[in-house]
């Protein structure tokens, strides 16, 4: 098994820091997993999230890691939308717009439209991988992965990354606009969840309190 952090595996695991803290706040970004798997609560609080997207076994975690690692979430999301959006006219976009009466769906296609073109071949494969290490995180504290498996999936991972995004802001751009994408207006409305962060909040606080993390890119 893999024990030790090296500053290239911690660089990897910093590729999922901003969900990692968004969905946890005490989250320590130094450790494998980023919570303390000595502790009931960490414990509790990590099965809880599994259980949010449906993993409760290494399985479902495997079944997850694949539609992640494969496009097949956001990023489809984005783009079967996306490719009819590019049919339209701004004539025939607000058309649409105006006609759905759901406010998340509205929401859904007034981001899409905006990225339409330029996360054409992108998609949102930063947010999608962000996703993929989180998930890899949360199953290791019920054992549903090793330290092992982590760091060799870690080097994919990045390699995918590495080859669409060529630094921090730019990932983390696609990051935010995926889980706005995932999220839909209730990101938007802090009011509703007085006192928590939006995504955006999450990651400049990041560059504050963890800027040696978060400098040079991979």
Same mark, same amino acid.
């Given at each position: 098994?893999?024990?030790?952090?090296? %500053? $290239?595996?911690?660089?990897?695991?910093?590729?999922?820091?901003?969900?990692?803290?968004? !969905?946890?706040?005490?989250?320590?970004?130094?450790?494998?997993?980023?919570?303390?798997?000595?502790?009931?609560? @960490?414990?509790?609080?990590?099965?809880?999230?599994?259980?949010?997207?449906?993993?409760?076994?290494?399985?479902?975690?495997?079944?997850?890691?694949?539609?992640? *690692?494969?496009?097949?979430?956001?990023?489809?999301?984005?783009?079967?939308?996306?490719?009819?959006?590019?049919?339209?006219?701004?004539?025939?976009?607000?058309?649409?717009?105006?006609?759905?009466?759901?406010?998340?769906?509205?929401?859904?296609?007034?981001?899409?439209?905006?990225?339409?073109?330029?996360? $054409? !071949?992108?998609?949102?494969?930063?947010?999608?991988?962000?996703?993929?290490?989180?998930?890899?995180?949360?199953?290791?504290?019920?054992?549903?992965?090793?330290?092992?498996?982590?760091?060799?999936?870690? *080097?994919?991972?990045?390699?995918?990354?590495?080859?669409? #995004?060529?630094?921090? *802001?730019? #990932?983390?751009? !696609?990051?935010?606009?995926?889980?706005?994408?995932?999220?839909? %207006?209730? *990101?938007?409305?802090?009011?509703?969840?007085?006192?928590?962060?939006?995504?955006?909040?999450?990651?400049?606080?990041? @560059?504050?309190? @963890? $800027?040696?993390?978060?400098?040079?890119?991979?």
């Amino acid at each position: 098994m893999t024990d030790t952090i090296t %500053p $290239k595996i911690q660089d990897q695991l910093n590729l999922s820091a901003l969900i990692l803290k968004k !969905n946890y706040k005490k989250a320590d970004l130094y450790s494998w997993s980023g919570f303390d798997i000595s502790n009931d609560l @960490h414990i509790q609080q990590a099965k809880r999230l599994l259980n949010l997207y449906g993993i409760k076994s290494g399985l479902h975690l495997r079944n997850s890691l694949h539609r992640y *690692e494969n496009g097949q979430m956001a990023s489809k999301t984005f783009e079967t939308l996306a490719s009819q959006l590019r049919m339209d006219t701004t004539t025939t976009f607000e058309a649409k717009y105006n006609a759905e009466e759901n406010p998340k769906n509205q929401q859904l296609y007034k981001l899409v439209w905006k990225y339409r073109f330029s996360l $054409k !071949n992108q998609k949102l494969i930063g947010y999608d991988m962000a996703m993929y290490i989180f998930q890899m995180r949360l199953g290791l504290v019920l054992n549903f992965i090793t330290t092992n498996e982590i760091a060799l999936r870690l *080097e994919d991972a990045c390699n995918i990354i590495k080859s669409n #995004f060529s630094s921090w *802001e730019a #990932f983390h751009n !696609n990051v935010c606009i995926g889980y706005e994408l995932v999220t839909g %207006p209730t *990101e938007q409305d802090i009011s509703k969840f007085p006192g928590t962060e939006t995504l955006w909040e999450v990651y400049q606080r990041l @560059h504050i309190e @963890h $800027k040696n993390g978060f400098k040079t890119w991979l």
